[in-house]
């Protein structure tokens, strides 16, 4: 599942006002991009599509983001549903995990034995 966003949000879930498909010179591919700020929890977050991923073992969520607007020590973090609850996989946090006006490349992955039907992943912001 590639998403660009390009025309909409390519199936993820706006998770409210603090999640806004923006237009921008700084989109790592084409115009458009997702933009996540403040810590407001679902509201500042974007969530994936159910994945259909029954026999699969291994899920990789692979992105890039731009932290130049993030301050130092303030963090965004994956997650990924077990098919019950939400788990926290990653923190990303500025500073620490990345620094600067540039491109950053991120990749989480997550292993089980037996996916969910309802398997999403979600970005939020925690900033």
């Not at 599942?1 to 603090?18: M, N, V």
């Not at 997702?34 to 990789?60: A, D, F, Q």
């Not at 932290?67 to 990303?92: M, P, T």
Request: proline fraction near 2%; hydrophobic fraction near 30%; glycine fraction near 8%.
């Amino acid at each position: 599942l590639a998403s660009y966003f390009e025309t909409g949000f390519d199936r993820w879930q706006d998770g409210g006002d603090d999640c806004a498909r923006v237009r921008s010179n700084r989109s790592y591919e084409g115009n458009y991009s997702i933009m996540l700020r403040n810590n407001s929890g679902v509201e500042s977050s974007m969530t994936s599509p159910s994945l259909k991923v029954v026999g699969y073992n291994k899920l990789t969520l692979d992105f890039y983001f731009d932290g130049r607007n993030i301050d130092r020590a303030k963090e965004f973090a994956v997650y990924y549903q077990n098919g019950q609850r939400w788990q926290k996989l990653a923190e990303f946090e500025s500073g620490k995990d990345f620094s600067g006006r540039n491109f950053f490349h991120a990749s989480v992955t997550v292993l089980s034995n037996n996916f969910p039907a309802n398997t999403r992943f979600r970005i939020q912001s925690e900033a």
